[in-house]
């Protein structure tokens, strides 16, 4: 499927592999972990700064995040500029304002440098409150807006079929087709020189003084400089209680009236739905996502699909849903992202994560700022998204609420494995935690009665994996790792498959 689900995403037609036999034995100025828009806008900055790089993906180029994403390019955020003047202050909060439009600025850049036709379109959003409560949550998003000087207009036309309360039109926003876009960058990025191995798993790293040694799935890679564009590194950080892995849902739509809203849509539910269209084969569809939550913590995901096509449904004339998928993200516990210099290294290795819904133009903005720290040593959003950074005041009760979540999952899970008596108790089509014999498992049980037997315990922080059955995958509650049904890798930070298990039951 060239992406980490089971279910086909609008962008996929696209995805094209990059592999190649280079030398991997050279030294590099900087190896670059990721190839979803994080790592690869961040190689082609580096490698237009003279900087000789390497571009590693563990699978394909597009396989995560990006090849499943909805692609809004906003300059207004998951964190609202009324939450960050209260929890980082005012001139923080402005400095946040500049990212979405210098984002776009850096998209819109690369796309005339190198002629990438992306299906770029400039859009206006429309943000609308559906009841009281978030008429209040409105005005609160208007006035944070105000005051770090992005425009937000009352409207009273909203071009959605959906009854609302109130409702603002932002200008200034954006669409394209993600995959299309870093298909281009990569192009870009080996035309000047640089290279990009996929199938290249980043394993682990060994910080020395002269350089930092990669271990591979493709053996030890040198570089002066690395780059985790993984969502979290692999390894266990302080990183990994400072972000929380989400699921997000999206489904796109032909309508049987031929009337698509050609702006961009936001609710204020929770979690929101948002909307937009895009072209495919000459065709316009509209895209709606949400339903989002925590990774493994929605018993039937499945049923999250149907939540949000009903909801659709009862707006929109639908004619069919063409295309349905899930994507990940990580929410980091104060807001804002993290992107600099990763905890506890001495400098020589960066990480970028915690991007909530915004990872198209955090990703981008990522480029820059690890750019200008390996160049030049400095970013002037170096503090604000500092993954080092300590803000007990806004993320504290996030990060008890979070972490604590992961403790329960830990013995909940462990107990509950305890409770299942018998293999036989897995029906058709289904699966389950098992306990068999003593031991645990994750089991999954075909239609034709095959089944896939693989250890339960994530092998990064032991936690017991379940069942994603939207994506046919075994989902880490704890950290976001997920497998396939026969425990291969599909998203980290684990490195390591779930041990399979050759049964004959």
Known sequence: MYRDGARKSIWQEEIR???????????????IAGGGITGISTALKLQQSGKKCILLEASNIGFGTTGGTTAHLNNFFDTTYDQAISDFGLDNAKLLSEVGKEAIGIIENNIRSFNIDCDFEAKNAYLFALDEQQQKQLKKIVDG????????????????PIPFKEAVIIPG???????????????AFQSLGGIIQEDCL?????????????????????????????HIPPGLSILHTTNAPYRSYAIAFSLKDNTYPRELGYDLTEPYHYYRIQQIDGEDLLIAGGEDHKTGHEEDTGECFSKLENY???????DTARYSWSSQYYEPVDGFPYIGKLPASKGKIFTATGFSGNGMIFGTISSQIITDLIVTGSSRYEKIFSPSRIKPIAGFTEFVKENAVVAYDFIKDKLFAEKITSLAE??????????????????YKETNGKMHLVKSTCPHALCEVRWNSAELSWDCPCHGSR?????KLLTGPTVKDLPRIESEL
């Open 145 to 160: 807006a105000s005051q770090v000087g992005i425009e937000m207009n009352y409207t009273e036309e909203i071009p959605f």
């Open 202 to 230: 980043c394993e682990s790293h060994d910080e020395q003084e002269e350089a930092v040694v990669l271990k591979t799935s493709k053996g030890e890679i040198r570089a002066q400089h690395v780059v985790y564009a993984t």
């Open 312 to 318: 659709v449904r009862r707006y929109f004339n639908v």
């Open 483 to 487: 497998f396939n049904v026969n425990g």
């Open 426 to 443: 897995v029906k058709e089509g289904k699966a389950k935690v098992v306990k068999y014999e003593g031991d645990s498992y994750a089991m």
């Open 17 to 31: 592999r990059f592999s190649s036999d280079a030398d991997l034995n050279q030294i590099f100025d900087v190896a």
């Open 173 to 187: 926003q954006a669409q394209f087709h993600p995959i299309k876009y870093i298909k281009a960058l990569c192009e």
